[in-house]
Protein backbone atom coordinates (compact mmCIF):
# COMPACT_ATOMS: atom_id res chain seq x y z
CA UNK A 1 0.00 0.00 0.00
CA UNK A 2 1.35 3.43 -1.08
CA UNK A 3 0.29 5.96 1.20
CA UNK A 4 1.38 9.84 0.90
CA UNK A 5 1.85 12.92 3.11
CA UNK A 6 1.09 16.10 0.69
CA UNK A 7 4.10 18.02 0.94
CA UNK A 8 3.63 21.74 2.12
CA UNK A 9 4.63 24.78 3.90
CA UNK A 10 1.76 24.17 6.66
CA UNK A 11 2.67 20.72 6.97
CA UNK A 12 3.46 19.26 10.75
CA UNK A 13 4.81 16.62 8.85
CA UNK A 14 7.62 15.01 11.14
CA UNK A 15 5.08 14.81 13.68
CA UNK A 16 3.09 13.07 11.35
CA UNK A 17 5.83 10.25 9.99
CA UNK A 18 6.63 9.50 13.46
CA UNK A 19 2.99 8.70 14.03
CA UNK A 20 2.64 6.36 10.77
CA UNK A 21 6.49 4.69 11.84
CA UNK A 22 5.15 3.87 15.08
CA UNK A 23 1.82 1.56 13.50
CA UNK A 24 4.71 0.24 10.48
CA UNK A 25 3.54 2.59 7.80
CA UNK A 26 5.45 2.97 4.82
CA UNK A 27 4.97 6.78 3.12
CA UNK A 28 6.28 9.55 0.82
CA UNK A 29 6.18 13.01 1.77
CA UNK A 30 5.83 14.86 -1.69
CA UNK A 31 4.13 17.40 -3.72
CA UNK A 32 4.24 15.75 -7.20
CA UNK A 33 0.56 15.35 -8.59
CA UNK A 34 1.62 12.36 -10.21
CA UNK A 35 2.61 10.51 -7.13
CA UNK A 36 -0.46 12.16 -4.83
CA UNK A 37 -2.80 10.90 -7.40
CA UNK A 38 -1.53 7.40 -7.74
CA UNK A 39 -1.23 7.09 -3.86
CA UNK A 40 -3.93 4.25 -2.32
CA UNK A 41 -4.02 6.59 1.11
CA UNK A 42 -3.38 10.80 1.32
CA UNK A 43 -3.05 12.66 4.35
CA UNK A 44 -3.02 16.32 4.19
CA UNK A 45 -2.08 17.57 7.45
CA UNK A 46 -1.37 21.06 8.25
CA UNK A 47 -0.14 23.64 11.12
CA UNK A 48 0.10 27.63 10.16
CA UNK A 49 -1.89 30.09 8.64
CA UNK A 50 -4.86 29.65 5.71
CA UNK A 51 -3.84 32.32 3.66
CA UNK A 52 -0.27 31.46 3.35
CA UNK A 53 -1.28 27.65 2.81
CA UNK A 54 -3.73 28.40 0.24
CA UNK A 55 -1.21 30.55 -1.58
CA UNK A 56 0.92 27.12 -1.89
CA UNK A 57 -1.17 25.02 -2.70
CA UNK A 58 -2.77 27.43 -5.70
CA UNK A 59 0.84 28.22 -6.78
CA UNK A 60 1.26 24.09 -7.31
CA UNK A 61 -2.28 23.35 -8.47
CA UNK A 62 -2.57 21.46 -5.24
CA UNK A 63 -6.04 23.09 -4.71
CA UNK A 64 -7.53 21.71 -7.27
CA UNK A 65 -5.86 18.14 -7.50
CA UNK A 66 -6.83 17.28 -3.69
CA UNK A 67 -10.73 18.09 -4.09
CA UNK A 68 -10.46 15.71 -7.15
CA UNK A 69 -8.84 12.89 -4.99
CA UNK A 70 -10.80 9.47 -5.49
CA UNK A 71 -8.63 7.71 -2.30
CA UNK A 72 -9.15 8.29 0.85
CA UNK A 73 -7.75 11.52 2.16
CA UNK A 74 -7.60 12.64 5.68
CA UNK A 75 -7.06 16.08 6.54
CA UNK A 76 -5.69 17.32 10.05
CA UNK A 77 -5.88 20.94 11.75
CA UNK A 78 -5.29 23.18 8.94
CA UNK A 79 -5.51 20.69 6.77
CA UNK A 80 -9.25 19.97 7.78
CA UNK A 81 -9.88 23.58 7.59
CA UNK A 82 -8.65 23.89 4.46
CA UNK A 83 -10.88 21.72 2.87
CA UNK A 84 -13.76 23.60 4.18
CA UNK A 85 -15.48 26.64 1.99
CA UNK A 86 -14.00 29.41 3.41
CA UNK A 87 -11.89 30.34 6.98
CA UNK A 88 -12.61 33.59 8.30
CA UNK A 89 -8.73 33.68 9.03
CA UNK A 90 -7.21 36.11 6.77
CA UNK A 91 -10.58 36.67 4.37
CA UNK A 92 -9.71 32.85 3.09
CA UNK A 93 -11.63 30.90 0.22
CA UNK A 94 -10.48 27.38 0.29
CA UNK A 95 -11.08 24.13 -1.54
CA UNK A 96 -14.83 23.22 -0.68
CA UNK A 97 -15.13 19.81 -0.16
CA UNK A 98 -16.91 20.96 2.82
CA UNK A 99 -20.01 22.69 2.91
CA UNK A 100 -18.94 24.76 6.04
CA UNK A 101 -17.30 27.62 6.68
CA UNK A 102 -14.30 28.24 9.49
CA UNK A 103 -15.02 30.40 12.13
CA UNK A 104 -13.29 32.33 14.43
CA UNK A 105 -13.80 31.25 18.32
CA UNK A 106 -15.98 34.06 19.98
CA UNK A 107 -14.18 35.67 22.89
CA UNK A 108 -15.90 34.78 26.33
CA UNK A 109 -14.43 35.36 29.31
CA UNK A 110 -12.62 32.81 30.78
CA UNK A 111 -11.74 30.74 27.85
CA UNK A 112 -8.54 30.97 26.22
CA UNK A 113 -8.50 31.40 22.04
CA UNK A 114 -6.63 29.63 20.80
CA UNK A 115 -7.79 26.22 22.14
CA UNK A 116 -4.69 24.57 22.76
CA UNK A 117 -4.77 21.38 24.84
CA UNK A 118 -6.65 17.81 25.51
CA UNK A 119 -10.27 17.75 24.90
CA UNK A 120 -12.81 14.84 24.47
CA UNK A 121 -14.93 13.74 21.31
CA UNK A 122 -17.76 12.27 21.35
CA UNK A 123 -20.94 11.69 18.41
CA UNK A 124 -18.92 9.18 16.16
CA UNK A 125 -20.68 8.68 12.62
CA UNK A 126 -17.47 7.31 11.24
CA UNK A 127 -15.29 4.27 10.63
CA UNK A 128 -12.12 6.49 11.55
CA UNK A 129 -13.29 6.34 15.19
CA UNK A 130 -14.04 2.16 15.27
CA UNK A 131 -12.54 1.02 18.91
CA UNK A 132 -12.64 4.73 20.53
CA UNK A 133 -14.63 5.06 23.18
CA UNK A 134 -16.94 8.30 23.92
CA UNK A 135 -15.11 11.01 25.41
CA UNK A 136 -11.97 9.95 24.23
CA UNK A 137 -9.14 12.61 24.50
CA UNK A 138 -7.19 13.73 21.59
CA UNK A 139 -5.16 17.43 21.66
CA UNK A 140 -6.34 20.48 20.19
CA UNK A 141 -4.04 23.69 19.40
CA UNK A 142 -6.51 26.30 17.25
CA UNK A 143 -8.47 29.56 17.44
CA UNK A 144 -10.80 28.57 14.08
CA UNK A 145 -13.15 26.35 14.13
CA UNK A 146 -15.81 24.21 11.55
CA UNK A 147 -19.42 24.65 13.21
CA UNK A 148 -21.50 21.56 13.31
CA UNK A 149 -23.07 20.61 10.04
CA UNK A 150 -24.38 17.75 7.88
CA UNK A 151 -20.94 16.36 7.32
CA UNK A 152 -20.21 16.66 11.04
CA UNK A 153 -19.04 12.81 11.93
CA UNK A 154 -17.64 13.36 15.62
CA UNK A 155 -18.14 16.55 17.79
CA UNK A 156 -16.04 18.56 20.70
CA UNK A 157 -17.32 21.22 22.65
CA UNK A 158 -14.75 24.24 23.63
CA UNK A 159 -17.14 27.36 24.20
CA UNK A 160 -19.73 25.89 22.11
CA UNK A 161 -20.40 22.26 20.10
CA UNK A 162 -18.17 22.03 17.03
CA UNK A 163 -16.67 19.54 14.34
CA UNK A 164 -13.91 17.18 16.06
CA UNK A 165 -14.30 15.18 12.46
CA UNK A 166 -15.78 15.99 9.01
CA UNK A 167 -16.35 13.34 6.19
CA UNK A 168 -17.93 13.57 3.02
CA UNK A 169 -17.53 10.50 0.39
CA UNK A 170 -13.49 9.93 0.20
CA UNK A 171 -12.64 12.55 2.33
CA UNK A 172 -11.92 12.64 6.39
CA UNK A 173 -10.79 14.95 8.66
CA UNK A 174 -9.76 16.05 12.08
CA UNK A 175 -9.57 19.16 13.33
CA UNK A 176 -7.35 17.90 16.70
CA UNK A 177 -3.70 16.80 16.11
CA UNK A 178 -4.41 13.00 15.26
CA UNK A 179 -0.69 12.70 14.82
CA UNK A 180 -0.13 13.49 18.67
CA UNK A 181 -3.14 12.24 20.01
CA UNK A 182 -1.58 9.31 21.85
CA UNK A 183 -2.96 5.71 21.33
CA UNK A 184 -6.26 7.37 20.09
CA UNK A 185 -4.50 9.33 17.58
CA UNK A 186 -2.88 6.39 16.55
CA UNK A 187 -6.30 4.30 16.47
CA UNK A 188 -8.04 6.83 13.63
CA UNK A 189 -4.69 6.30 11.61
CA UNK A 190 -4.54 3.11 11.99
CA UNK A 191 -8.46 2.89 10.79
CA UNK A 192 -7.68 5.27 7.95
CA UNK A 193 -5.28 2.81 6.35
CA UNK A 194 -7.36 0.15 6.82
CA UNK A 195 -10.06 1.48 4.63
Known sequence: MKTVIIKYNAGNVQSVMYALDRIGAAYEWTDVPETIMSADKVIFPGVGEASTAMAYLRERGLDKLIPSLRQPVLGTCVGMQLMCRYSEENDTTCMGIFDVDVLRFPLVKGM???????????????????????????????GYYAPLCAQTVATTDYIMPYSAMLQKDNFFAAQFHSEISGNVGQRIFENFLKL
Do not use: M, R, S
Request: with cysteine.
Open 112 to 142: KVPQTGWNDIFDFKTPLCEGLQAHDYVYYNH
